[in-house]
């Protein structure tokens, strides 16, 4: 205020109190721009995008104008909620509001000439908030620097921080690792998942796609991205600059220094790892496209041929039952009823505990394992709570798995003491072969072939059913299906339990093979078990619904000699069948192996509905 | 709680931020003593040593207001209490804060702690400033940094030169902003204020000292 304005305002003031011998009253008209006639005010204000509002529309705490006139009472704080109340409402708390105490013109610099931004509302934010926020990433990375060159599509501070409600944590993944990565995986993710803009701005429109179907992604969506890395973790927060810069932190240069920091020690062709590939591209990741073929192909074969097997079986087995049980035939046998129910023992102690723990891990691998594989799915969700979360979740099937390596180095044991029962040196390579396609020898040969053919046959009734020996073809498949189970789903999972080790033997693209292998022989293993080897085992009308002699170890001498009539007349001749004679299990037992049994059974079949739910709703 | 302990049973709510900060926003009726200052302000102020104290921080990330507790203990006071999750509490439940005598808010210029290097090389006359507390300056600092504590820089304002570039240094980047907006308010041209503080710059370029 000029001078001379204060002299003429005092003037009018005491000429009025002369006057009236009162206090000012609302009938004198004086303006606020009497006294406050700077430009800012007269016209900068009327210019504003409050011109259109009186003065005192903010500032209301008025007693007194003529207190006001002498400057014995200034206006006390606006309050800018009073119109903007849903912005006030989220600035308060947000993170400049609540740290840093910053009030609305703080930002929104000089409140009474400001004019609403014409033109790029993107590019007056990032000049805004780069004011305070000046580090060169800001303005500098591949979204700011886009913003200032008039991109629409790309993201400003507001768009990933928000304008008015920017977070109230500090989004730092050195601090507050699991906000921050929640934080920007969802941020990153919003946009990045729209097609439309990507294909745009020529960014890969499924680059968030296929990062949810890597391991870091998956686990991520879970709900637990501490321990995965997320968006902002290769690309950074700000300085995101495309892979051809050699500034990028994807840069091939940067890129093995950029994963060492979760991966410690790598080397540097573990950077070779592709982070979101498309599988399905065959030009772009030849490698991966071709396993998994390979691995959808041995999917598809095995399951077209043992479920074909398994209803021809079902079939058969079920008609003759129906034939039989019209015509009043009852099976008989050449024992007494006492020499019939004698026990034969079919499994020694050692197999029968080794069974028992192949359950438990498998169990354990399928329910730690599958959430994974099937992340976005509710039940995953849940299964993984329960568990305690994914880092639980990958240490019990860890722990699950080196039950499974121990049994399956234990197997090779006793497939090395089987082929060399007094050790090789004493017994070298004599009667090996004799041993290996011999009787108890669990290595397919030429009979397994005629009884394969013998059994097609019988589906189709044209032949008898063919007569087994101490092990059927298809036992001696499920025992060798584990071998190459195990190479394949073992040697996937310890290079995925330790990558940084197999980057020194193997390059990065590896361990996305493994990713591949390792799930797929997962989903044939688990859908194998639970389908076509419980129906073989437990569900054959035969057996319905279950047969426990794997836990109880033994079975009547009268199904041996039904069901493996070579086998019985062997150890007939053979003087071994004595010997086999066990005592009638106990009930403890039988009560035991019925209820782990029927657990592990059902489990089994429950998770196969889950999994059948998955592929064809979820 | 605190409201109930200031109404009752009359206790002093302690602001233990620098002065300027404290004036700059704090809960209403509360007092200014800057931890460092507590030994001696404190009994001054507060010569009543079973009156309850409230002892508060800026944020829920400042130890402050919890060694300010430890001080009066020392010093005798028996009913102490610190402010959970400090002033950002306080807001967060929607109570309003007092300002005294607000530091206007200015666009201050941050660099990393990789680019400083690089300031201190262009800039030969750059005036590194530390505003940490006196012991955390004298554990480490910069080679080159002149101490002035957060709560002394409204006293010790001539020490700082208006026409040299400033960097201003803080423990984690949290309180040098406000301290950068009062020196560029009172004159002070080129200031600029490490993000992250101390804590960002790791060991090998902290100097003991």
């Excluded at chain 2, 400090?86 to 607000?102: C, D, H, N, P």
């Amino acid at each position: 205020m000029t001078d001379k304005n204060w002299i003429t305002a005092i003037f009018l003031f005491l000429l009025f109190l002369f006057l009236s011998g009162n206090a000012y009253t609302a009938s004198l008209k004086v303006q606020c721009s009497d006294c406050h006639d700077s430009e800012r005010f007269k016209t900068g204000f009327k210019n504003s995008v409050h011109g259109n509002t009186g003065c005192t529309s903010c500032h209301k705490s008025f007693e007194s104008l003529d207190k006001h006139i002498i400057l014995k009472e200034i206006p006390g704080l606006i309050s800018c909620g009073t119109c903007h109340g849903e912005i006030e409402k989220q600035y308060r708390s947000s993170f400049h509001s609540l740290y840093e105490d910053f009030k609305c013109h703080d930002c929104h610099y000089d409140i009474h000439t400001l004019k609403p931004e014409k033109g790029n509302f993107k590019i007056a934010v990032t000049k805004n908030c780069t004011k305070c926020h000046t580090n060169d990433e800001y303005a500098l990375s591949g979204h700011g620097a886009a913003v200032i060159k008039g991109n629409k599509d790309t993201a400003t501070c507001s768009d990933c921080h928000g304008l008015h409600d920017t977070k109230a944590y500090h989004t730092s993944s050195e601090t507050n690792l699991l906000e921050a990565r929640e934080f920007y995986n969802k941020t990153c993710k919003a946009c990045h998942s729209n097609k439309e803009m990507m294909v745009r701005n020529n960014i890969s429109p499924n680059a968030v796609k296929y990062y949810e179907e890597t391991y870091h992604g998956k686990v991520q969506d879970l709900g637990y991205p501490t321990s995965v890395a997320g968006c902002a973790d290769c690309h950074t927060n700000h300085n995101i600059l495309p892979k051809s810069n050699p500034a990028s932190t994807i840069h091939p240069r940067n890129l093995t220094q950029n994963c060492g920091k979760c991966h410690p020690g790598i080397h540097p062709r573990f950077a070779e790892y592709k982070a979101h590939p498309d599988y399905r591209d065959k030009d772009r990741y030849p490698q991966l496209y071709v396993s998994f073929l390979l691995m959808a192909g041995l999917l598809l074969v095995t399951f077209v041929f043992f479920w074909t097997h398994m209803l021809l079986w079902w079939r058969k087995v079920y008609w003759e039952r129906h034939v039989m049980e019209e015509l009043g035939i009852k099976l008989e046998n050449p024992f007494t009823h006492k020499e019939g129910i004698q026990r034969i023992r079919r499994f020694s102690v050692t197999d029968r505990v080794m069974h028992v723990l192949l359950i438990i891990s498998f169990f354990g691998l399928v329910i730690t394992g599958f959430p994974l594989k099937y992340h976005s799915t509710p039940w995953a969700g849940a299964i993984i709570r329960a568990l305690g979360g994914a880092h639980n979740a990958g240490f019990y099937h860890r722990i699950a798995a080196l039950i499974l390596i121990g049994l399956f180095l234990y197997t090779l044991w006793r497939c090395f003491r089987f082929a060399f029962p007094k050790g090789f040196r004493k017994e070298g390579w004599r009667g090996f072969f004799a041993r290996l396609f011999g009787p108890d020898s669990l290595m397919p040969n030429a009979q397994d072939w005629r009884q394969f053919k013998a059994m097609v046959k019988w589906f189709f009734g044209k032949g008898k059913p063919p007569t087994f020996g101490r092990w059927t073809y298809w036992e001696k498949f499920d025992f060798l299906a584990v071998f190459w189970g195990m190479i394949a789903i073992g040697g996937s999972g310890v290079t995925l339990w330790a990558p940084e080790l197999a980057s020194h033997v193997y390059p990065g693209w590896v361990l996305n093979i493994a990713s591949i292998v390792h799930s797929e022989e997962a989903l044939l293993a688990a859908l194998f078990i639970f389908t076509v080897h419980f129906f073989n085992t437990h569900l054959i009308p035969s057996k319905f619904p279950m047969d426990t002699i794997i836990f109880t170890g033994s079975y009547n001498l009268e199904e041996l000699w039904r069901f493996r009539t070579p086998e019985y007349e062997r150890l007939l001749k053979e003087g071994k069948l004595n010997d086999l004679k066990v005592k009638h299990p106990s009930i403890t037992l039988k009560i035991v192996a019925s209820m782990f049994g029927h657990a592990s059974l059902w489990m089994g079949l429950l998770f196969t509905l889950i999994l059948l739910w998955t592929f064809f709703f979820a | 709680m605190v409201i109930s302990l200031m109404e009752v049973k009359n206790a002093a709510v302690i602001d233990t931020m620098s002065y300027l900060e404290c004036m700059d926003h704090r809960i209403p009726g509360s007092h200014c003593i800057a931890l460092e200052e507590l030994d001696k302000r404190l009994p001054a102020s507060f010569p009543n040593k079973s009156q309850p104290v409230i002892f508060y921080c800026e944020s829920d990330r400042c130890p402050r207001a919890g060694l300010a507790y430890e001080k009066a203990k020392l010093l005798g006071y028996e009913n102490i209490y610190v402010l959970e999750d400090g002033l950002v509490a306080w807001k967060r439940v929607g109570y309003e804060v007092e300002t005294i005598q607000r530091v206007k808010r200015a666009p201050v210029i941050s660099i990393k702690s990789a680019k400083l290097e690089v300031l201190i090389e262009e800039k030969k006359d750059l005036f590194i400033l530390d505003i940490r507390p006196e012991d955390a300056y004298k554990a480490s600092h910069i080679d080159g940094a002149k101490n002035i504590p957060f709560y002394m820089l409204h006293k010790r304002l001539n020490e700082i030169p208006k026409n040299a570039p400033v960097i201003v240094i803080d423990e984690n980047g949290k309180r040098s902003f406000l301290a950068c907006c009062y020196l560029i308010n009172n004159g002070v041209k080129d200031v600029t204020r490490l993000f992250g503080g101390m804590e960002s710059m790791g060991h090998k370029e902290k100097k003991k000292g």
